[in-house]
């Protein structure tokens, strides 16, 4: 058997890592091959070519052409040369879906673990799944129903930050190492990963932040500092502020926050999944809220308040996203006991919805009983 995943970024390169690992554990006699990163190229795949360009984000000319071009080069190789049994797309829907378009009637499977968020926007490329995708492996419970009313065949296999997510840290120790304050409460900011959000949510994200510390000077602010984010990009939109900036433990200080600050995104599930309190923010250019406007599906954006269908954590979009009312959020999570209690307390329903279920692994089986 042969299989090709794709991926296009650090985190798809994660996931596709532990499900082929899973495969060669079982199978060592199967061939991988992948555009990938380090963690497929670990897990026993070689590498069509490196992800890295790929995971580009923004509106340019040269992006579009060099996904075109690679577009173009990895559908020949697989049709032409490779032929594998099986192609494995890992989350990255736009590319995917075309190359699956591509592969459509060559007698390759598709498989798409970690598929496009349709039900948050643009519902109508389930219509592209269910026609060009063979079996879809889904991380949401809720998704599933959805892809078999559409007569789409489809797996629940549970969400892969259930099992690959850390334990709590040890507060005291995270604290003794990073020189904080033990008997003092921790609020920590954490303002994206990619150059764009910082410099549409950095200064009123931070901003917030010091109105709150004027306010309570008895609490301890961080800020976190993305791996993926070079020193000069953060440094560029991270300025005027004394706080602690602790880099590449994001979990770590997710996990022993009293509260939180956050950008949208994954960081608000890993944080729902420590049941740490939060509140999330978000702004951009007015011309992508509009269209963001004309296309959602639906009006809640924090992955916690999808899961579970209530409005747990506070969303502050766009004119409502203020240094006022971020102070008041965290104020109400900080001070307001029996609101706080409530907080954690619902946030504990989204890893019982999530399941216990291995996700890498249930995927890997799912792979190994396809027909090809």
């Keep these: 058997m042969k299989i090709f995943v794709i991926t296009g970024e650090y985190s798809g390169d994660i996931h596709g890592g532990k499900v082929v690992s899973l495969i060669k554990e079982q199978c060592p006699e199967i061939e991988v091959e992948a555009i990938g990163g380090d963690n497929l190229e670990k897990a026993g795949a070689k590498l069509f070519c490196d992800h890295s360009k790929m995971s580009a984000f923004g509106f340019n000319l040269k992006i579009a052409v060099d996904h075109l071009t690679l577009e173009k080069r990895v559908c020949n190789y697989l049709l032409n040369e490779y032929k594998p049994d099986l192609v494995l797309l890992i989350d990255y829907g736009a590319f995917n879906l075309r190359v699956a378009k591509r592969l459509k009637g060559s007698g390759i499977k598709v498989v798409d673990y970690i598929p496009p968020q349709v039900w948050a926007s643009r519902k109508w490329r389930i219509k592209k799944i269910k026609k060009y995708v063979d079996k879809v492996l889904c991380i949401f419970p809720f998704e599933e129903q959805m892809y078999k009313e559409y007569g789409i065949d489809v797996h629940f296999c549970g969400h892969p930050l259930v099992k690959q997510l850390p334990q709590k840290a040890d507060r005291d120790k995270f604290f003794e190492t990073h020189g904080l304050d033990k008997d003092r409460p921790l609020v920590s900011v954490f303002p994206g990963s990619r150059p764009i959000e910082l410099a549409f949510l950095a200064k009123t994200l931070i901003g917030g932040a010091k109105k709150l510390q004027k306010k309570h000077p008895e609490l301890q602010f961080c800020i ?27 979990h770590a200080l997710l996990s022993v926050s009293d509260s939180l600050i956050l950008a949208s995104g994954t960081v608000a599930l890993e944080a729902s999944l420590y049941q740490t309190p939060m509140i999330i923010g978000y702004k951009g250019p007015w011309l992508i809220f509009l269209i963001y406007l004309m296309v959602r599906c639906i009006k809640k954006i924090s992955l916690p308040n999808i899961i579970t269908g ?34 954690i307390s619902r946030l504990g329903k989204v890893r019982s919805l999530l399941t216990d279920k291995y996700s890498a692994k249930e995927a890997a089986d799912c792979i190994l009983k396809m027909p090809v």
């Design 224 to 250: 976190s500092h993305a791996p993926n984010l070079s020193d000069s990009v953060f440094d560029k939109h991270i300025k005027d502020t004394d706080f602690k900036i602790i880099k590449g433990e994001n």
């Design 310 to 343: 209530e409005d747990i954590v506070p969303e502050l979009l766009q004119t409502k996203f203020t240094q006022e009312n971020i102070c008041y959020e965290t104020e109400r999570l900080l001070y307001d006991k029996e609101y706080r209690a409530d907080f």
